[in-house]
């Protein structure tokens, strides 16, 4: 978070915009939480737990390609290739360019 903008806006008595600043800094940074504890739990070998908390950040930033990319290895790897195709497909159709959307999705069956 940029303090130096939060003293600005507070001295300016611009504490709703400010109000607005951070509650859209934590909405940005909320997915971050359940990607970040579903690679542990993953690590952990506590399976269910962590394909809920990848898919809960896939779903809180579904154009995050980290989120896309980690809840698919996390299904191939597993031989889930049916619960891994629509989330490469999701990858494919939502960042084209990217090459390894291509391959997870050619891993799937497709």
Known sequence: ???PLVR???SLNKISFLYRYILLFL???QARIPYNLGLLLRHLKRDSE?????SKAVTLEPDNMD???ALTEYYLKRGKF???KPIAEQMV????AMQVGHNMLSITGN
């Open 82 to 84: 049916q619960e891994a």
């Open 50 to 54: 962590a394909e809920a908390e990848l």
């Open 93 to 96: 159709a939502r960042h084209p």
């Open 1 to 3: 978070m940029c303090f």
């Open 27 to 29: 909405l940005l940074t």
């Open 67 to 69: 989120y896309l990319y």
């Open 8 to 10: 600005m806006l507070i």
